[in-house]
């Protein structure tokens, strides 16, 4: 089944385009298949400028996205209206902005954590709960917008629930215990010191570990009659900061439903498919999940970047799926904390609206 | 109690001196009160050459311990001998040499991992399991040996069993998993390419997890007719290697009898003291535990070094005691994988069974 | 003007392809438009095994340059015979291993230090001494082989000689001051330990010095009558290792004939171009210097990768050109040490090569 | 000689004792022979709170110099007075507060930069030119202060005059080349963000050029007539920052007068003894440069803490002392960068007053 090809590339705004996620939204939209940035908008003190003055590029690649001469707008869906706006702004502003493009029609795909826990609101990932995306419908009525809100989760969450959900489905999830080693990426810029984190790991991410157990279970919960009911899985989170540029792993332990054997669980990891890749979006992975047999990977240096294209970093990895002494199966996670977990998480969002016929131009 | 002080400094051997944890050896006991050395030895091929010239040094302070001059001799108790000897030697190795040894009178305390397991021989921390050091009696017996091995678990095995400790005393240990974030130090020298580990984490270290399991069910075990029980805990570790230079971090939960609430278990962890405490031994910390209040803390870089003098490195530190919804209690716990964790913890050992009368001169 | 494709792909094979290196070989080879890989050959060790199972992939993207099925040869020209040979070996080996085989006929084109100072070989860069390609001919007629070796200057040497090339051309380089700050991939694998890297500086790196002051006068130098003059410039080298994963970062401070401006040697490097830039050579970057305006760059973390395709990493940057009180002029110069300074350095000579007619089949 | 010892220790005030130069202060002085901290200050943000409220303890050792429990005062000679002043502001305060506090009469020995420059400020180091300190009494007179400000330079310019000041004496130094490898300590805290520096170099340090090559002529310059006349040594500075916690190395060649051999002037930096040492001023390294003999030494991490007590970190240390063939010699220099290079530094400025009875109690 391929996508419904748009007819021309959809106009869209990159709400905080200056900031490191921001940058990400730029870079991954430059080159893409459906769409293509029409404003780009930051902060009041940016606003009028280049977009290469107002921001130091700081990703590789081709710099500032090919846009460095777009002039930089205010986030105001009067200075940069768009049907599909995509927002990388700090929880704070993005209360009042993100509201008041959903007012104004459009459809925010929003990386901020201000309505991820909404009752209204989609947290959505593609693979895990394309389904979830129907609570638009509730939301508009709700709030009597023309447009509405979809989040997509917190990056560590994001990289979680892609491992957890086709175990879900197959047998399902019990208790999850995870501990997790995060790259400085996922603080953003300035973010987090050097004498922080210079031969040296952080034990306490402020606000991580209540939004890993939270939105997990809202994501892989049921819409019923037009809300969400969190799955009963009990999930306990220990966050780090570690010396790692790029790369959220995670060391997993789950109990799963009937206790399989760590060979059907990783059976059921490296076979799943989901809606993105069978709807074959553009920024999906072929495979949602990489499965790896040496027993030293995945390691984010060597594996976070995989992937051609649209859907690079879009995978996620797991390796040493092994018996748990304590919850039945424990294994590592790997996944790319500012691509499947920020700015391309937002994208396939947008993409899956898209194929979904939900964007009105 | 004030312990009793030798007449003079007891002559010792240290086997694998030119190593990392060798010269970790050899810088402690430079101004130990209790011991000095008087043999260096290592492998044949640098036996008969200069300390100096033999290693190259790496640590900070006074290079060589200030033996720079001393002759490095062949492992061998007719070449080396020694009342006390210190073990830094290689697994391998350690099967043969530390034996030949034992046989010849020595009283030998190792940091390799060769006789951990063996039901005859002591794996001590004064803390946790002081008595085992009468196990000494049994191997003795059954080996027909007039000296003996004393070994010490594994760093990350010693650093978890610290906290666990008090915890199985006060209440009872029942499941625990840890997840670690060890230094590179660790892996000694060459040890881990720093093409493995910059920017990276690497989820795997051979043999580690099996350690940590089996060693700490040991330690916390009780002596009964002669021989160890184990308890009854169950462990399960995953261990990782970060981009760390010393200082293992462990994300640890707990699942304690009667489920006290954190409260109970950070006091219970704060207010700890044991034997060598008690018995003024020369290396041990004047608290065997520190309990961090701030949320960021303990960190590797700005706490692992914590303690004056020989006590320098042989605390341990707990942070963030808080509820888990796995397993009741979880925490984070960081020591000195070098120093608590192998030179200073084979010292201490020794100290230990001088203390109670168990150096034949 | 376009280069000659050729009828269909030059088969090649890599030495010590199991090491990092050769990897970089390997990866670069696996979608080459002229080469392909027919032979992997490596040590009697690896030789008869898989290439998957004979070494442990390091890098990036498909793993073993989808070439896991293939088997390993040994380095030797009736076991891995091919017209155009990629050496990945080390010094001591290349001593043998390259001779017999330019003494079987093939062109070697050499990442090894074993021949680079010989009278008789090419030291070369396309962009710096593409004439000097044509000692080929001494030194077939001298060694009296059919084939011949071809070698590409140490990673240090070729990235200061990028940048020194326009420079002695458009004005004459009189004294170069280097100070370089080098990555750890430049040292192979396993390479440095991370103990001597992590949060550190090592001031010493064994022979590089020497290399760069030496080779970097042959390749400034001129071919007259079958023999290299080397150029009169004095060259003086600091080297350093620093914990950086890819690209070494060289302070140049350059006396130069006239003392021109630092505007002028700015435009002197913005503005060059050179032979593989004419003959669109695959490996060619468009511009083989990128003159970074910003002052903080460039950096090897944002900059080291710029490039597409088989030009990738090919490009060397400078930034900060600006008036030196001692010798005139200084910049920041950066360029990707086992890209640009290894494997792509031996596959745009072979390009070379090719393009002028000298590869016969 | 020993140097007098004050009757009872002095009181001094730390401003800006909440940054991390302003920790180090507080350290140095918690156990000072002569010093005792009588006043902590900060900004009016702090002021009034517990200095353990008002700072997160950045420094291994006591947390908070065991002065958790003092209130912070205003930096204002009329809440927080004292003799003897130690000034870890920024530059922009510096220039208001300092000259308040010489106004009333105290003894200020700033790190700040703001009056470094000044025609009657002496820019002390007390191996390099203890005699500037008179240059007090020009101050006084022309401002009509009763106090005084006494700087001492920029860490990366404090190590480069260590390395300089026997050279000169013994040579004269007629043209210095130095490339720096800083340590992000350098830039205070937060300071340089992790994304910048993980796995990378940053090839600009605002302002770190001009300053290295003004305040070395000005150092190595004679106080004739109530000025200073600066020496007539060529500088010239190329400043990186690399990813190391603690140590500014630097890549130093030298052109001096009647170009000795490698062998002289290594002799000349190993023997250098200057009025700290004859002193005995507390805080004085023993030998003010050690002399590494291993081609890979110096290193920052092994070498940088060398010393005991107040000495610790306050030698520099020379490394590969050779034939520059551009200049004439070239070596190694290491030195810590907030230790020697900022608190150490003022300190033993403070301790070189009082001995010379400069301070009027």
Request: hydrophobic share 40%; with cysteine.
């Amino acid at each position: 089944m391929t996508p419904p090809q748009p007819r021309q590339r959809i106009p869209v705004t990159v709400l905080g385009a200056t900031g490191v996620v921001g940058q990400r939204f730029v870079r991954r939209l430059a080159n893409h298949p459906w769409f293509r940035v029409d404003h780009l908008a930051a902060s009041e003190r940016s606003a009028g400028q280049r977009y290469g003055e107002a921001c130091a590029w700081r990703l590789g690649g081709e710099p500032h996205g090919g846009l460095a001469d777009l002039e930089v707008r205010a986030c105001d869906p009067s200075a940069a209206p768009a049907p599909i706006v995509f927002s990388a702004l700090d929880s704070g502003p993005a209360k009042e902005i993100e509201p008041a493009y959903a007012r104004a029609g459009s459809l925010v795909f929003s990386n901020a954590s201000a309505f991820r826990m909404a009752v209204d609101v989609p947290l959505l990932v593609p693979e895990v709960n394309a389904d979830h995306l129907d609570l638009v419908d509730v939301q508009r009525e709700a709030r009597d917008w023309s447009g509405a809100i979809v989040t997509n989760p917190n990056c560590t969450s994001t990289v979680l629930v892609m491992a957890l959900a086709p175990l879900h489905r197959a047998f399902g999830v019990e208790k999850v215990f995870v501990a997790t080693m995060q790259a400085t990426s996922g603080a953003g810029y300035p973010g987090v010191p050097s004498l922080d984190i210079l031969s040296n790991v952080v034990p306490h991410i402020s606000g991580e570990e209540e939004k890993v157990e939270t939105e997990t279970q809202k994501m892989l919960g049921t819409l019923q009659m037009g809300r969400i009911v969190p799955a009963a899985a009990t999930v306990s989170a220990m966050c780090h900061r570690v010396p790692v540029i790029d790369g959220h792993t995670e060391a997993v332990s789950v109990q799963l439903r009937g206790n399989p054997a760590p060979e059907e669980v990783a059976e059921a990891l490296r076979t799943w498919s989901s809606v993105p890749q069978e709807m074959q979006l553009p920024s999906a992975p072929t495979r949602p999940i990489l499965l790896h047999g040496e027993p030293s990977r995945p390691q984010p240096r060597l594996d976070v970047e995989y992937g051609e294209g649209a859907a690079q970093g879009m995978a996620v990895h797991v390796g040493r799926v092994r018996r748990c002494p304590m919850l039945g199966v424990k294994f590592t996670l790997l996944g790319h904390n500012t691509e499947r977990g920020a700015a391309g998480a937002s994208v396939l969002n947008a993409e899956l609206a898209h194929a979904r016929g939900r964007i009105s131009l």
